[in-house]
């Protein structure tokens, strides 16, 4: 029976294959990135004291401006589950390049098509599964890069951010059930707290108005059966859609 025994393995190919999309997106725009403000180049025929800053007349600026976003994602934490979530957050730019974020997700998870098959088989089996039920962090939100983008008649205001935090993880697993391959499929809440990074694209559709594209990746201690059900540290990510306020 233990070679029916199915355990949990993540599957990021397709997050990392559009994550790499879209950084090769962005290198395509890059002789339009832009460094902050603040920043400046040295030229070797101007005299040694003399310092040229970069200025390329950002529309939308940063600095002493709130936002707020409204999102819808997806997770791809089991291969038994489908995960969507509803992502909102809060956040405020004390410096052009500098932010601090709050932020919630509130995730729906539900047995997939994969889940169906390994309990409709001639050996019916309990895969396990661990998931997310929601998560609240902190992030310090870091804003090196903006860019201008030229399409036709439309010019794309795009900042380019990046993001370090802590997160409070509620998290369910079927670990008991698992182990004797109980078929009542009972899930046991577990509270984790977890590292969070994040990368942001955010387009500025007005000087109010922002469509945004999050990558989020968490690192969190869990129990994991080919372990031996002891804990040690997985990797999982959400992308994020979403539609804010800037003010």
Excluded at 86 to 114: D, M, Q, R, T, V
Excluded at 140 to 149: E, Q, R
Excluded at 183 to 205: E, Y
Aim: contains cysteine; charged residues 15%; aromatic residues 20%.
């Amino acid at each position: 029976m233990g070679n029916f025994l199915m355990r949990c393995k993540m599957n990021h190919s397709n997050n990392h294959f559009l994550f790499i999309i879209s950084l090769f997106f962005l290198i395509l725009i890059s002789k339009n990135l832009w460094a902050g403000t603040k920043d400046f180049y040295e030229f070797k025929w101007l005299d040694p004291d003399k310092k040229v800053y970069v200025l390329q007349d950002k529309l939308y600026e940063n600095k002493g401006r709130f936002y707020f976003n409204l999102g819808y994602g997806s997770q791809g934490l089991s291969d038994f589950q489908d995960t969507n979530l509803l992502h909102a957050n809060i956040g405020y730019n004390f410096a052009e390049e500098w932010g601090a974020e709050l932020f919630y997700s509130s995730y729906s998870n539900k047995n997939n098509n994969s889940f169906e098959a390994v309990q409709n088989g001639s050996v019916k089996v309990l895969p396990f599964i661990l998931k997310i039920k929601s998560s609240y962090g902190l992030l310090a939100t870091y804003s090196p890069f903006y860019a201008k983008l030229n399409t036709y008649n439309l010019i794309s205001y795009i900042d380019w951010s990046f993001a370090l935090g802590y997160a409070s993880m509620q998290t369910a697993d079927n670990y008991q059930d698992f182990l004797s391959n109980n078929t009542q499929n009972r899930f046991v809440d577990v509270s984790k707290s977890a590292i969070v990074g994040k990368t942001q694209i955010r387009f500025f559709l007005s000087e109010y108005f922002i469509f945004n594209i999050d990558f989020f990746n968490y690192w969190m201690k869990a129990r994991q059966p080919g372990n031996a059900g002891t804990e040690k540290y997985i990797r999982f990510n959400d992308w994020i859609f979403s539609l804010g306020l800037s003010f």
